[in-house]
């Protein structure tokens, strides 16, 4: 009759628990919020001393730490599993809950060093899956050693449904309101481009929208001059004196010559610790972190690079990278066109003078015709 009793309890608790977390996840859209609710509240309702989140990516191939409760925060988007690798991505490739009360002396387990989950030596991991799909993994740790119970598997499976689920609709959330930035920054960049105005007054609006867009710390362009091969700084938006002297930098010199060079875009981690980067010391005072640099091209011809830094580390999503391209694109047809525009506007104007000077000349040549005294050619011309 006790046993009954307790079996009761635990599960009205379980039931108690579902409910508290399923209400706060229907309460969350942002991704990172959801993330972040979930392993906060999975590890309280549990009583355990860390939950942890890991999502796939779209590649199916690698299961990267995305929040958690317990662990080192700086390993958020850093720490990386290959899905079957570890007990959490063995979890994930399998399908089912792994227990273990000892984990790191079990064969599969994988230690990342950057989460410093040393501290918690039981380890529960269970499949996020959503309409058959897997799409992450989600782990339970203590700090002390603990044989996990049936009930305690069942309680983080069926809260792994409801985060897979959470997760998807905050991901399809999160994609929607990217659209519409991108959209929006696409639009504005067009209108830039179509108004008349002067070559670095426009590249210091693309230079500002692009910070905005990217939540960028600092968003720069430097164009090519042909005539000496070096790439010369033209925004100044945000930048300190030291920056903006910087001196210019030959094609294949350092990140950004690099990418003008190849054509190819490049993404830091940590400039201030790259050898390739040039200016750490100035980096560090500008408090510049991460970096992303595309080339500007026109019809597969490099006109110079655009590059945006992060004040914190960053690793730069496939979808950021192609958005900045996207800019980046639409910001060398921009500057195409104003150049155009300018050396249409210098023939114009030569053309006008020229134009003038032979009309005078003419007239010239006509009085000396109805006059009666004989001037030369030559004359006239000086």
Known sequence: MQDLERQLQQKNAQLAALRDISQAINSAWDLAATLELITSRTAGVMGMDSCSLYLLDDAGEWLTLEATTGLA?????????RLGEGLTGWAAQQGRPIAEANAASHPRFK?????????????????LI???????SMNVQTRVYHEFSSDEQELLSLIADLAAGALEKAKLYEGMQRQIVELSALAQVSETITSPRYLDEMLEVVAKMAERVMNARLCS???????????????????SPAYRDKPPLKVGEGIVGHVAQTGQAVSVWDVRDDPRYRHAELARQEGLCSLLCVPLSVRDRVIGVMSCYTADRHRFAEEEISLFSTLANQTALAIENARLVTNSAVVREMHHRIKNNLQTVAMLLRLQLSGDRQVSAQDVLQ
């Open 130 to 136: 959503n309409q058959r799909r897997v799409i992450g």
């Open 73 to 81: 925060t700086e390993a958020i988007g850093q720490a990386r599993l």
């Open 111 to 127: 230690y990342l060093p950057e989460t410093q989950e040393l501290r918690f030596p039981s380890l529960l991991a269970v499949p």
């Open 221 to 239: 362009l430097m164009l090519l001059d042909e005539t000496t091969g070096e790439l010369v700084l033209r925004t100044t938006h945000r930048l």
